[in-house]
């Protein structure tokens, strides 16, 4: 049974930071890759980063580009999102998500079907 579960999300006022954790549990982690989507109200589910298993590749939703890192400790079965200048618009619900697929690669997907385990995940409210 593979389970994540996020934690670190909050309120907080634009230009500030949040620091989202993913802790993996189970037959998963440190041989795939892992990213973070999110959902504003209304809107689909949509990519904001991801990296790949050995953390050497990271890749960004152009909204995110230059705010936003991705990172994990493998041996903490832990991925991180460190968020700063956040916007209103960073606003939504933040999904931890692991592909079960063994790649040792650059590889990591950039798309929500590429990923097969989701975290229950956390809010993040930027007020303006």
């Known amino acids: 049974q593979v389970q994540l579960v996020e934690s670190g999300g909050g309120l907080v006022q634009a230009g500030g930071s949040l620091r989202l954790s993913c802790a993996a549990s189970?037959?998963?982690?440190?041989?795939?890759?892992m990213g973070w989507f999110r959902r504003a109200p209304g809107k689909e589910r949509e990519f904001v980063a991801a990296i790949n298993w050995s953390g050497g590749s990271t890749y960004f939703a152009d909204s995110v580009k230059g705010r936003f890192t991705i990172s994990r400790d493998n041996a903490k079965n832990t991925v991180y999102l460190q968020m700063n200048s956040l916007k209103p618009e960073d606003t939504a619900v933040y999904y931890c998500?692991?592909?079960?697929?063994?790649?040792?690669?650059?590889?990591?997907?950039?798309?929500?079907?590429?990923?097969?385990?989701w975290g229950q995940g956390t809010q993040v409210t930027v007020s303006s």
């Open positions: 998500a692991a592909d079960r697929r063994v790649m040792h690669s650059d590889y990591a997907g950039l798309t929500r079907y590429e990923y097969h385990y």
């Open positions: 189970g037959r998963i982690f440190s041989s795939n890759a």
